[in-house]
DNA sequence: ATAGGGTTAG
């Protein structure tokens, strides 16, 4: 065996086995002390045999002539000396395996932070898996540690797990992190992964949790319509010794607002009204306020405006927002403005949202000159439109087919560095042009738009390919078809039924055979599978007037 | 760390 070994290691073999038996009687095992010169110097020529061999098992080979000094200091020194975590980790477990090494808590801490700092977490946890069964003790910190790193990390699953293992161990990890693995399930939206993980360890009892938790889990179902499952918690807080707070009811009011069930949402105003268990805020009134606005009962929302006044809460700026959009909503444009100016006395100034939903109530009303005259106040005080400002007014001036007047804003959003355009705001104008039979200033528009990298979508296309359809151009048409597909952005049965009725109207049925080639991606120069989203047999079977 | 506002077209 020692014939095989490279030249330096029988040059020190003696050497070696001097400092193993003067450490034997010194060392613990305990936990890591600062390497000796000699430490360092075994290390040294252990991480660089390890690095330098082809394979483990050749590492194998070359370390077994050092076993006898392979201590848990000199492997923890050697770990630190080799900057792939995969590469240390193969040292790690090699030295374990077959040299029996036991490592320090430092060793496995070391290995642990090394693999999560490298996005290596499914490592990371199978090393912490050796480090329990190695009866090595973990703090709290630690285990924090570890399950925020996966959260930071976006591994949920491998989170969840961590979770489970930790309340195994009899470790509850704190609510903050809890909460944080809530919030991320919820933003993935895999909500009912986070109901049910919830739900498991409060049956079980294997969690600690805290009234954001609830919180959290009562806003995510109630963003994904599940009422039901949202009142089950809100309901059973109580047992588990978390009494709702205001914000719970403001998520559960707004959640069944926007569920259509206002009223339900008012029960539970007045409940704690009565009750007093929780002091209801202007965010609470204000979502109550919103919820009646989008079903129109102005007379109910300003009800709660009025109440909320008396009982001394003051209407914040979106209060009155929502009560100024409401009223231009259904076309009651004084009211809007009355409110307008009861923010300016109030001492509440508008801001851009304000000008948007009263230039919106003004378009909505065919009162566009009243709406430009808004634009140029607004601009007066400085306020700068955004995109849904522009969006706004844009939409009306092509409706009213100001065309001019809608691409000059086009060019002043064009030139608004800060704002992302989005395809809507460009596809009235498109649209504008190609009924107005400009076809080729509505390509022009779309260069604008793909030169502000603004991705065209599904409607944007449709509209170019029933306008030059309609120009009697079909080729160009099925171009922009081809173009759409390639892009990736998915047909659906009015454009492939638009496509399809005009060129069957043009006379040219043969081209509708290349239509749906394209459309089912099976055309020879595409490679993009599962591009529609309706199955052809259905686009075939729609009939568009056009 | 959790709660309330404005654009939605072919």
Redesign the pocket.
Known sequence: MFSHAPPYLLVTRRHLLFRYHRRLSAETGSGPSRPDRVDLWIAKLVSTIFRLSPSPAAAADRLAPLRQVLSPSVIFTALRRIPDPLSALGLFNLSRTAFGVVHFDAAFRFMICCLCRSGLHDDALKVFDEMVSDGHSNDGPFMEFLANSCLEAGKLDLAIAFFHKASHLGYFLQ??TL??LL?LLIEKNRVNDASVFLRQHLDLQSLSV????F??II?GLCKVSDLDTALKFFNQMGSYGFLP????H??LI?GLC?ADQVDRGHKILQKIQLDGSCVP???????LI?GYC?IGKMKEAYGIFDEMIGIGVR????????LI?GYG?VGDMLSAISLYERMLICGCP????????LI?GYCRNEQLDDAMKLWNEMNRRELK?????F??VI?YLCRKNRLAEARNLLKTLNGRRDLLP????Y??VI?GLCKAGDVDQANVVLLEMEERQCMP???T???LI?GHCKKGRMLEAIAIFQKMVNSGCA??S??VG?LVSCLLKAGIPNEINKVMLIASGRNSKLDIPRIVETPLGKSMGISVAI
Not at 210 to 213: K, M, P
Not at 245 to 248: F, K, Q
Not at 281 to 287: C, E, F, G, P
Not at 385 to 389: E, Q, R
């Open positions: 609510p903050y909460n944080k919030t805290d009234t954001f938790s919180n959290i806003k707070d205001t914000v719970t403001n998520i707004d926007k805020n202007v965010v609470t009134y204000t979502s919103h989008k209407p914040s700026r979106i209060t009155y927002n929502i959009d909503k508008p801001d851009i949202v304000t000008f948007t939903s919106d439109p955004n995109a849904h400002t969006s706004v939409h989005h395809a809507f705001i596809n009235p649209d979508d599904k409607f296309y449709t509209i029933i047909p659906d009015i454009t638009s």
